[in-house]
């Protein structure tokens, strides 16, 4: 059996001419290799008052209702269209939401090509848009430092345990660049719970970059540190001091073997985009952005957020 397929305006010009003839519905539907039910059905609807079977005039009564029979896009309604828009405001993404609705709405699923759709068609709140509240607003160019330093541990010497991530305390770091001469902020995130730490630096300088070590970590325990292999971390002896830790560094231009900071540098780069000037953004600012992407959940967790599966962890 042939799946169901419209009729074209061919085939009601070659119904047209048969039925004008005179011709059964039976004997059209063999001519046409249709079954005798769809003829009569294109028939009864698209026939003119006085009997006339007209092709051009079908065609456009069958384009018309097309377009009444659009469903509309759910979040039109109330509860749906509250929880989405509550959560698009806190800059989750569509996955997120979708996710998080599904959890407590077994018989009534949201899929996040919804969200997206609505967004684009500007079914909800007209102050949400893709460019304002999405994380990818463009092509991001990758950049890379041509300076390098020589480290005493790479990510090859990293044991399996970092590898395997099972342990909480294995830290994946970078620097998040602003304009130039305006600042940047050290990012670390956790292997396992994808917490971020970070702070605010004013400049790449190695004294600068440390102590901006020290107030994203502060008295976290660190189990290991793999870092950039930038010229910014030249100072990694005094990180290990300080934090009781072994530093590894990546392979040069190998941000894929960091994936866990990358990703999360993004989502802060929805935040402060390229050239943003950081000097003119206080620590306290900064710091609600972190706490806000540390609530949001994350896919590889679940869809928990960083900071519930942190504390599921350790009440477990």
């Not at 018309?64 to 509550?86: A, D, H, P, T, W």
Request: aromatic share 8%.
């Amino acid at each position: 059996m042939r799946s169901y397929q419209h009729f074209t305006l061919t085939e009601r010009e070659n119904l047209a001419q048969m039925y004008a003839e005179g011709k059964s519905q039976k004997e059209i539907a063999k001519e046409l290799g249709r079954n005798k039910s769809s003829v009569s059905r294109e028939l009864t609807r698209n026939k003119n008052k006085n009997g006339t079977y007209h092709p051009w005039r079908a065609t456009i009564l069958y384009i018309c209702r097309r377009k009444q029979s659009v469903r509309r896009n759910r979040l039109e309604r109330g509860e749906i269209r509250v929880f989405v828009e509550e959560n698009l405001d806190k800059f989750w993404p569509p996955e997120a939401i979708a996710a998080r609705w599904n959890q407590s709405h077994e018989e009534d699923k949201l899929s996040h090509s919804t969200i997206y759709r609505a967004l684009r068609k500007r079914l909800i709140s007209a102050r949400f848009t893709a460019k304002t509240h999405l994380r990818c607003r463009g092509k991001r160019k990758n950049s890379h430092n041509s300076k390098t330093i020589h480290p005493e541990h790479t990510i090859h010497d990293r044991p399996a345990i970092i590898e395997e991530r099972v342990r909480l305390g294995d830290l994946e770091g970078d620097t998040l660049y602003g304009g130039v001469g305006k600042g940047c902020a050290v990012t670390l995130v956790d292997r396992v719970s994808r917490v971020l730490y970070a702070s605010l630096a004013d400049s790449r300088e190695t004294d600068v970059i440390n102590a901006a070590f020290k107030r994203a970590i502060g008295q976290t325990s660190v189990n290991s540190i793999t870092l950039d292999n930038g010229s910014e971390f030249a100072g990694f002896h005094d990180i290990q001091a300080t934090h009781r830790t072994t530093v590894y560094f990546a392979d040069p231009h190998s941000p894929w073997q960091r994936g866990t900071n990358e990703n999360t540098n993004g989502i802060l780069r929805f935040f402060f985009p390229k050239g943003t000037n950081f000097k003119a953004v206080s620590e306290e600012d900064f710091q609600k952005v972190v706490k806000l992407i540390n609530g949001r959940p994350r896919k590889c967790l679940d869809w928990l957020s960083p900071v519930e599966f942190l504390f599921n962890k350790c009440c477990t």
